[in-house]
């Protein structure tokens, strides 16, 4: 098992199910890791506040932070030159208006992420100040019309400036607000000449984050790599899983083993050797039945604490199309359904931390809980 720095034991609080499935009580949780404690569950601005600005802007990261996020969340990919921005895979088509530079319209290419054939343009044909001179657009502008005014306005942020916008954050807003990177696509951007890994301690050591207490966690949906870090690094570190599939680098090297092998009690247990948590997919924790409300938890929760492991499920969003049936407000996918009631029952279920595009929900969900408690 993975050496942890301190534990301290918090129960968590129970809470009836609402919207249909059936009332549990929480599972004990697990201790929490050291600088950690602050606040239970953990509510961390997926991709900053994307549920109301452009993902993975400075704007973006500075409103989940200002609405009460304890973590921010950079997923990190790299430029020609070897420098880390945040973006949520190495194709920006989709969040950028690099197709409308036809400086750029050369860059155009296909290639090979993961085994799927993607075509686009890719940061790591772009140096960090050709990558500057792009601005961000909303990735899902059909769900989220709204944040289609803030297109164009935010560059494509260096790793290291949300580093400086959450210390001068945490300044400010005199609190510790922590960041959440992680390694996205390891395998292909090793095979492209361009491992993130090295940069992520390096940007960490720089800044003073790589030690215990630092306020980050690091997460990767591959296994080796965070094996590898945890020989380097000094904070916790998170492995991802999926309801499908499994890690690439297992995929890469012939190994069998998917997610579904990484959440049985004994994959756990061999994860806690290398991570002190998991970021599983929320449908692993609490699925669907079959009419798409909620049904009854599954163990994943008391295994996981069982092996030692905290549970930072992802994603929880406030529109109708990703919500349970029965909490969604109308047949308008877009429109506002009832996320508090969704994370009412992802806390009784016992999660440690939840990732949220709509932060401000986050904090008000949890503020009911303890007010209730
Ligand atoms: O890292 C947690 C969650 O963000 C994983 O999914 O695809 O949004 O990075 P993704
Ligand atoms: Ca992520």
């Not at 709204?146 to 790793?159: A, D, K, L, M, W």
């Not at 890469?252 to 050797?273: F, H, I, K, M, S």
Request: a neutral charge.
């Amino acid at each position: 098992m993975r050496p942890k720095i301190l534990r301290l034991s918090v129960l968590a609080t129970a809470l009836a199910l609402v919207g249909g499935a059936s009332a549990v009580v929480a599972e004990p949780a697990p201790d929490s890791v050291a600088g950690h404690e602050t606040a239970r569950p953990l509510i961390i601005g997926h991709r900053g506040a994307s549920g109301y600005r452009p993902e993975h802007t400075l704007a973006s990261y500075e409103l989940a932070a200002r609405m009460g996020a304890d973590y921010v969340e950079p997923d990190l990919v790299t430029t020609k030159d070897g420098v880390l921005v945040a973006r949520h895979e190495p194709e920006i088509g989709g969040t950028t208006d690099v197709a409308n530079h036809p400086e750029f319209t050369a860059r155009r290419t296909t290639k090979s992420l993961d085994g799927v054939a993607t075509t686009g343009w890719f940061t790591e044909d772009f140096t960090l100040a050709e990558l500057k001179t792009l601005r961000a657009v909303e990735r899902l502008p059909q769900v989220r019309q709204e944040n289609t005014i803030f297109n164009g306005r935010y560059q494509v942020p260096t790793f290291q400036e949300v580093i400086d916008l959450v210390k001068r954050l945490s300044r400010e807003l005199h609190r510790d607000i922590g960041i959440y990177p992680e390694t996205k696509h390891p395998t292909y951007f090793r095979t492209q000449g361009r491992a993130l890994e090295p940069k992520l301690v390096d940007a960490l050591n720089r800044n003073g984050l790589n030690r215990p207490g630092a306020k980050v966690f690091v997460q990767s949906f591959e296994v080796s790599n965070l094996k590898a870090l945890n020989r380097q690094l000094r904070v916790p570190l998170v492995q991802l899983t999926s309801s499908t599939g499994a890690p690439f680098d297992f995929t890469d090297t012939g190994d069998p083993r998917t997610y579904a092998d990484l959440v049985t009690p004994a994959g756990l247990r061999e994860v806690a050797t290398y991570a002190d948590g998991i970021g599983p997919e929320k449908i692993q924790i609490i699925p669907r039945d079959a009419a798409g409300n909620l049904a009854a938890p599954t163990t994943l929760v008391r295994d996981a604490h069982a092996a030692g492991l905290t549970l930072h499920p992802y994603t929880f969003r406030a529109e109708n199309t990703f919500l349970p049936t029965n909490l969604r407000s109308s047949a308008d996918p877009n429109a506002y359904g009832n996320l508090f009631a969704e994370l009412q029952a992802y806390f009784a279920a016992g999660v440690d931390g939840v990732f949220t595009d709509n932060t401000d929900i986050g904090i008000a969900t949890r503020t009911e809980l303890r007010a209730a408690a």
